[in-house]
């Protein structure tokens, strides 16, 4: 079982920049994949980063294609957060961000609340 806790959602004007922090429980973090999707009024869930895990360590990203360049995904195993860096924000990023938990970046099984991010035009 694996429980996450999101942070660092707000209020920030277009151009700006937030960091989003997902703690997670459990001893075996650094063995789940771990992504980041968001959720606007009256939409579906979509995908937005996620980072791999594997034995030695290493780690690959993958992002939206909407939020490529602007937003960088990572993992600090030894503090089991995975963090969202969030750059250029736009009015159409305003959304719930969710943190999920995963044996690999195309499943998930474990999320978090979520942490609100509007970005004001």
């Known amino acids: 079982q694996v429980q996450l806790v999101e942070s660092g959602g707000g209020l920030v004007q277009a151009g700006g920049s937030l960091r989003l922090s997902c703690a997670a429980s459990?001893?075996?973090?650094?063995?789940?994949?771990m992504g980041w999707f968001r959720q606007a009024p009256g939409k579906e869930r979509e995908f937005v980063a996620a980072?791999?895990?594997?034995?030695?360590?290493?780690?690959?990203?993958y992002y939206a294609d909407s939020v490529k360049g602007r937003f960088t995904i990572s993992r600090d195993n030894a503090k089991n957060t995975v963090t969202l860096q969030m750059n250029s924000l736009k009015p159409e990023d305003t959304a719930v961000y969710l943190c999920?938990?995963?044996?690999?970046?195309?499943?998930?099984?474990?999320w978090g609340q979520g942490t609100q991010v509007t970005v004001s035009s």
């Open positions: 980072i791999s895990w594997s034995y030695s360590g290493s780690s690959s990203e």
């Open positions: 999920g938990a995963g044996p690999k970046v195309e499943r998930y099984a474990f």
């Open positions: 459990g001893r075996t973090f650094s063995s789940y994949a």
